[in-house]
């Protein structure tokens, strides 16, 4: 028979930093997980990826096991990081804070494409684009 699903959690944790201090302690603790147990597995699966916020899936099972799904950066990070912006516009697309290149946008579109509500890579550059144009990053050809 299946386990039976006790909590479904969704963070967002730098890669390979993962500690049992708060934000990751904090959620995961009431849940009654082993805290050092899944800091070592997370942090083994993402050190491949260092400096990447990664949004993670934490399917939390009655017998207080686990099983975890690691997602791709989120757009908005990676968007920062190819910009090499600290953060984006406050006044959205009214004020450019910085610049991509269709390549870079393409480049981040195929990164996210199998987390994305599309299924080409054309559609994920769309969404991207406009991810982009909202946080005052303009795209030039």
């Given at each position: 028979?299946?386990?039976?699903v006790?909590?479904?959690?969704?963070?967002q944790?730098?890669?390979?930093?993962?500690?049992?201090?708060?934000?990751?302690?904090?959620?995961?603790?009431?849940?009654?997980?082993?805290?050092?147990?899944?800091c070592?597995?997370?942090?083994?699966?993402t050190?491949d990826?260092?400096?990447?916020i990664?949004?993670?899936?934490?399917?939390?099972?009655?017998d207080?096991?686990?099983?975890?799904?690691?997602?791709?950066?989120?757009a908005?990070?990676?968007?920062?990081?190819?910009a090499?912006?600290?953060?984006?516009?406050?006044k959205?697309?009214?004020?450019?804070?910085?610049?991509?290149?269709?390549?870079?946008?393409?480049?981040?579109?195929e990164?996210?494409?199998?987390?994305?509500?599309?299924?080409?890579?054309?559609?994920a550059?769309?969404?991207?684009?406009g991810?982009?144009?909202n946080?005052?990053?303009?795209?030039?050809?």
């Amino acid at each position: 028979m299946a386990k039976q699903v006790s909590k479904i959690v969704k963070l967002q944790i730098p890669a390979g930093k993962a500690t049992p201090a708060p934000p990751v302690g904090t959620v995961l603790g009431p849940a009654g997980i082993n805290l050092q147990e899944f800091c070592t597995k997370y942090n083994d699966a993402t050190k491949d990826k260092m400096g990447d916020i990664l949004p993670v899936e934490i399917t939390i099972y009655e017998d207080r096991t686990f099983t975890f799904v690691i997602k791709t950066p989120p757009a908005a990070f990676l968007i920062k990081k190819y910009a090499k912006l600290k953060s984006g516009s406050t006044k959205g697309s009214k004020e450019v804070v910085g610049t991509l290149t269709k390549d870079q946008i393409k480049e981040i579109a195929e990164t996210k494409l199998p987390d994305l509500n599309c299924y080409t890579v054309e559609d994920a550059i769309k969404i991207v684009e406009g991810t982009a144009r909202n946080m005052g990053v303009k795209v030039s050809e």
